[in-house]
Structures are given as structure tokens and as C-alpha cells.
């Protein structure tokens, strides 16, 4: 099977890196992609502040866990905000031999649709050297 990864550094930006997730997540769904297409976000804590900050921000994703509801929105209960972090988004795209065409189109397209393309993008295909590297870090994310 030809694997690659798509990578791509929304810097701070939240909103973008959300509208490429739901971009994507449209298309595995209208196509019928199943899990040919997989995504997901790797994020870099800030350098500054201190480790409380981080603390602190644990805290919240924990709360938000346990509260569906109040995902995404933010929060209003006087705790101090979080430091931006760097948003990676990490697309992986799996089709198997006989699909070369299909995988090489949607290796084409998603660099170009709107979210993607003001940003700055890698491609890791199956021969390159960093791939294993590539690939351990997607298995790592949750």
C-alpha cells in the first residue's frame, strides 16, 4: 500500500486548522473515504510561561472532556488563557496499489482547496527518509 502524509503548520491559528478538519472530514464522508484519509493535530505548547500555565491548561482539557457540551467554546470562569500553541495538522493518506490515480489526485487537491494552501505544507510519500520518523509521530498522536 502507498502511504503518505501530508503536513501542515497553521502556526496559531485555531480557526483554519478547525475548517481544514471539517474540510476533510466532508470529504471522507461525500467520498466514502473511510479511513484512506486519517488527520490528526499535533500541538506545541508555547515556550514562555511556566509550568503552571501548562498545568493549568491540562486542567481545562480535562474539564472539557467531561463536559462535551462546552468543547471549543471558551472559558468564561475567570482562569487565565491559554498560551497559543503551534498547530500541525498531520494527513495521512492510505490507498492501497491499485488506486495510484485516486491517491495521487487527492495528494494534488488538498494542497490547493482553501484552508490548506496559505499554508505551509511538507509531503512525506513512502520512499522519503523521513518517513518512518513521520509515521511514528502519527501512530503517537492521539
Known amino acids: 500500500m502507498a502511504q503518505s502524509f501530508l503536513i501542515f503548520d497553521f502556526g496559531t491559528d485555531e480557526t483554519a ?12 464522508q461525500a467520498f466514502r473515504l473511510g479511513n ?11 515556550a514562555e510561561g511556566d509550568g503552571s500555565r501548562a498545568k493549568a491548561a491540562g486542567e481545562n482539557e480535562s474539564a472539557s472532556i467531561k463536559k462535551p457540551a462546552a468543547k471549543g467554546k471558551k472559558d468564561d470562569g475567570g482562569a487565565p488563557a ?24 487527492w495528494l494534488d487537491r488538498i494542497p ?31
Open 36 to 46: 484512506k484519509i486519517l488527520l490528526k493535530f499535533e500541538r506545541e505548547e508555547a
Open 17 to 28: 486548522a478547525q475548517q481544514a478538519r471539517h474540510k476533510i472530514e466532508g470529504w471522507k
Open 112 to 142: 490547493t482547496e482553501d484552508p490548506f494552501k496559505f499554508t505551509k505544507a511538507e509531503t512525506v510519500r513512502h520512499t522519503d527518509d523521513s518517513f518512518s520518523k513521520t509515521l511514528e509521530l502519527f501512530d503517537s498522536l492521539d
Open 82 to 105: 491559554e498560551a497559543p500553541s503551534r498547530i500541525r495538522l498531520l494527513i495521512r493518506l492510505d490507498f492501497s496499489d491499485h488506486e495510484k490515480l485516486s491517491h495521487q489526485r
